[in-house]
């Protein structure tokens, strides 16, 4: 008994690390954010661009700071950035550690094929635009899930 028991808890190790794709971390002096190593990260004035080899998408990070935008104006500038004309009810907001407030956009550009989910992290005048942009034909499986754990990793520092 106890050598099944043993052999199935190593299987299920063997299933578990099987599914973990080793991840670098890029950092700046404001934020952290992991992602798949083996994907390119370049850096276009301040803009950071992550993506994996065969360009089928991109995580980007923007960062202002002294940027006057109130917080009753987020929402309209996170959907006038895609013109989508979605209601403002759409994207959702929340507090978040740190103080700054939290807010999430998902939108589907049917006429590039693209699937878009953005999280704009704001404090007072800093704001953080991060996003993924996906070719909607990929946006499945394996894509879905490392675009997504890596905008999730994503960690503002101050």
Same mark, same amino acid.
């Given at each position: ?21 080793? *991840? !670098?971390?890029?950092?700046? &002096?404001? %934020?952290?954010?992991?992602?798949? +190593? ?6 276009? =004035? ?27 104006? *987020? !929402?309209?500038?996170?959907? &006038?950035? %895609?013109?989508?004309?979605?209601? +403002? ?6 507090? =978040? ?62």
């Amino acid at each position: 008994m106890k050598n099944i028991f043993g052999a199935f808890l190593l299987f299920v190790a063997g299933l578990m690390y099987a599914q973990t794709v080793p *991840t !670098k971390v890029y950092e700046n &002096d404001h %934020y952290s954010i992991s992602y798949p +190593e083996g994907w390119k990260l370049t850096n276009d =004035s301040d803009i950071i661009n992550i993506f994996p080899g065969n360009e089928i998408g991109a995580v980007t990070i923007s960062e202002y700071h002294d940027l006057n935008l109130p917080k009753t104006e *987020t !929402k309209k500038f996170i959907i &006038d950035l %895609y013109k989508s004309g979605d209601d +403002e009810s759409k994207v959702k907001s929340r507090g =978040s550690k740190k103080g700054y407030t939290e807010y999430l956009y998902e939108y589907a550009d049917e006429k590039n094929k693209l699937f878009w989910v953005t999280k704009v992290f704001q404090k007072g005048k800093d704001l953080y635009l991060v996003s993924i942009n996906c070719e909607q034909k990929y946006w499945n499986g394996n894509y879905s899930k490392l675009f997504s754990e890596s905008l999730n990793s994503f960690s503002v520092k101050k």
